[in-house]
C-alpha cells in the first residue's frame, strides 16, 4: 500500500459520506438519511490504522480511532444524533485525506486542482443544453486551454484483451484520464453505469486517476447512489455537473 493510493481509498469515502450529510431527506424523520454513518466510522478507522502504519506516529497522534461507544448500533441510539455521527465521520475522513494529499507528492494535488478546475467552470461554460458529448467535450477542452494544461484529446489508445479503449482527454504527465458522459433522458443513466464499468476495466491498468465527468440535464436523482458504487474503485472518481 503506498501513500498515493490510500490517499485515493480516503478520498473517495470522505466524498461519499459527505454526499450522505448533504442529502436532504423527504420523509418527515429528518434524520433518516444518516442512518449508515457506522460504515463511514469504521472506514476511517481501518484507513486511519493503514496510515500509521504507513507513516509512523505523526499519523497516529493526528488521527486517532473513533470510538463511539454504544453509538455504533443506530437502532440502539436516538436518531437525533446520526446527523452528528455522520458529520463526525465525514469530518475525519476529509481531514484523513487532506493530510494524505500532503504526503504524496505533486501528482494528487495537480489531479485535483483540475477536477476542481471542471467543477467550478463546466456549467457556466455551457449557455445551451447540449444535445451529445461532444458539445460537453468542447466545452472542457476550452476551459483546459484557457488554463494552459498540457492534455491530449481523444489521441491515447489504451489496448485491453480485444477491445481498445479511448479516454476523451489523458494528461500523460499526470497519470489522468478524463471521460465525459451526458445524461440527457432518464433511461440514460443506467446505460452509463454500465458503460463507466466498462471503461475502468480498460482505464484503470493505464491511468493511476480516472475521473467521469457526467453532465446531467436533471435526471439523475440520488447522486450518492449513482456514485458510491463506481468510487469504491480506487484511483476512480465520478464528478456529477448538474447543468
Do not use: H
Not at 509512523?56 to 446520526?82: C, H, V
Not at 505533486?106 to 477536477?115: A, G, S, T
Not at 485491453?160 to 458522459?181: C, H, I, Q
Not at 464499468?197 to 486517476?209: L, P, Q
Request: hydrophobic share 40%; proline share 4%.
Amino acid at each position: 500500500m503506498d501513500v498515493e493510493t490510500l490517499f485515493e481509498m480516503a478520498a473517495a469515502a470522505a466524498r461519499n459520506a459527505e454526499r450522505m450529510c448533504s442529502t436532504v431527506s423527504t420523509t418527515t424523520l429528518f434524520y433518516e438519511g444518516y442512518g449508515g454513518y457506522p460504515a463511514y466510522a469504521a472506514e476511517y478507522n481501518r484507513l486511519a490504522k493503514l496510515a500509521a502504519e504507513l507513516l509512523g506516529a505523526e499519523a497516529q497522534d493526528l488521527f486517532p480511532q473513533m470510538d463511539l461507544g454504544t453509538a455504533w448500533n443506530p437502532s440502539g441510539t436516538r436518531g437525533i444524533m446520526w446527523k452528528t455521527y455522520a458529520e463526525f465521520a465525514a469530518a475525519r475522513l476529509s481531514a484523513l485525506a487532506a493530510y494524505l494529499k500532503t504526503k504524496g507528492g505533486r501528482k494528487p494535488r495537480e489531479q485535483d486542482e483540475i477536477i476542481s478546475l471542471i467543477e467550478a467552470n463546466l456549467r457556466p461554460a455551457i449557455f445551451v443544453d447540449p444535445e451529445n458529448e461532444r458539445q460537453v467535450q468542447n466545452a472542457l477542452e476550452t476551459i483546459f486551454r484557457a488554463r494552459g494544461l498540457e492534455f491530449r484529446r481523444e489521441t491515447e489508445t489504451v489496448p485491453y484483451s480485444s477491445k481498445r479503449y479511448v479516454p476523451d482527454f489523458t494528461f500523460a504527465n499526470l497519470g489522468l484520464a478524463v471521460e465525459v458522459k451526458l445524461c440527457g433522458r432518464a433511461s440514460r443513466e443506467k446505460d452509463m453505469i454500465d458503460e463507466v464499468n466498462a471503461d475502468i476495466v480498460g482505464y484503470r491498468g493505464a491511468y493511476e486517476r480516472v475521473v467521469f465527468v457526467i453532465y446531467d440535464l436533471g435526471f439523475i436523482r440520488d447522486i450518492e447512489t449513482f456514485c458510491s458504487g463506481i468510487e469504491d474503485q480506487p484511483g476512480v472518481q465520478v464528478c456529477v455537473i448538474k447543468k
